[in-house]
């Protein structure tokens, strides 16, 4: 009996895809059901004879333990203040580069470079420009009296926000490139109507644009929340958690749990409340940007 055409060719995308399939099942999935399976125990690498299930009692240490509860917090604030400064920078400069002329073109082309730089590259960077002994940035300020003399990372009350200035200036051309494309995607006949109607720039704006925008917003948001939240390189290359914690995250919490004293247990639980987190943001901001799309549009 033969198959159809439409059959044959289901079985060829299933052929097409099982490879990709296959690979996500075993770099992604398995390592994630793994992980679960080890937050549930206590377990040390040096220790495995002494591995046994403790339940959910890994998951109850992280929220009560001080330095636990530090690393979550300065997470959250992390991610909060860069997300939201790179929100509003880069709405402004996509609004400056709307405009497509060669000038702004090459503009864009020189704002993105530091996109295309790691994040250990910059972390490591900025680490020499800020150090108090030799640095061009940190020198000057430490001379001027501008910060402790050992320099703006080593202190604990200007670590963490240092550190967001650093991502600030390394993903606004990120959020910038995103919204740009949301501009440029605009109807351009909305845009001109709402002009001939007689709307101001600011009510243009308000009532045409960020309301069109929002899809792209959401985009933007949702990205960068996700990569701010488990931010780590820069933090390794830089302070290293210090000083005092102070600039401690979750997933470098993580990392020194799991490479450094080998408790594989407690951080695969580190691990898995970090993917929890970013799912919860992740679908508040969704729930967020859905009420004001229907709040706005209506639908």
């Known amino acids: 009996m033969r198959t159809r055409f439409s059959d044959r060719r289901k079985y ?5 895809a099982a490879p990709a399939v296959l690979y996500v099942a075993a770099v992604g999935l398995w390592p994630l059901a793994q992980g679960i399976g080890y937050s549930f125990y206590k377990y040390n690498l040096l220790r495995p004879a002494r591995t046994q299930f403790v339940g959910f009692q ?7 333990d001080p330095a636990t509860r530090r690393a979550i917090l300065n997470t959250f604030q992390f991610t909060l203040f860069s997300v939201a400064l790179q929100l509003v920078l880069g709405f402004c400069l996509a609004m400056l580069l709307w405009r497509d002329s060669r000038f702004n073109r090459i503009v864009l082309a020189f704002l993105l470079i530091p996109a295309t730089i790691t994040p250990l590259v910059v ?13 061009i940035i940190g020198f000057f300020l430490a001379e001027a009296g501008i910060g402790p003399r050992t320099g703006l990372l080593t202190d604990a009350n200007t ?29 351009a006949d909305v845009l001109e109507a709402g002009r001939v109607d007689g709307a101001t720039g600011w009510q243009r704006f308000h009532m045409l644009i960020l309301p069109l925008m ?10 960068r929340t996700m990569d701010a939240f488990r931010v780590f390189d820069s933090v ?12 401690n995250t979750l997933m470098m919490l993580g990392v020194k749990e799991g490479l450094q004293f080998f408790n594989v247990g ?15 943001i992740a679908t508040v901001l969704l729930l967020v940007v859905r009420r004001a799309d229907v709040r706005i549009n209506g639908k």
């Open 236 to 247: 390794f290359v830089t302070t290293g958690g210090g000083p005092n914690d102070s600039t």
């Open 123 to 135: 972390g490591l960077i900025f680490k020499a420009m800020l150090g108090a002994d030799y640095g």
């Open 12 to 16: 060829f995308l299933f052929l097409m």
């Open 214 to 223: 929002l899809p792209s917003v959401f985009l933007a948001l949702t990205l």
């Open 58 to 64: 890994n998951y109850v240490d992280i929220f009560t």
């Open 159 to 187: 670590a963490l926000w240092v550190l967001i200035l650093i991502d600030c200036w390394e993903w606004t051309p990120l959020m910038t490139l995103i919204l740009l494309a949301g501009l440029k995607a605009l109807p």
């Open 266 to 280: 407690f951080a695969s639980a580190v691990g898995n409340v970090t993917l929890l987190f970013i799912a919860l």
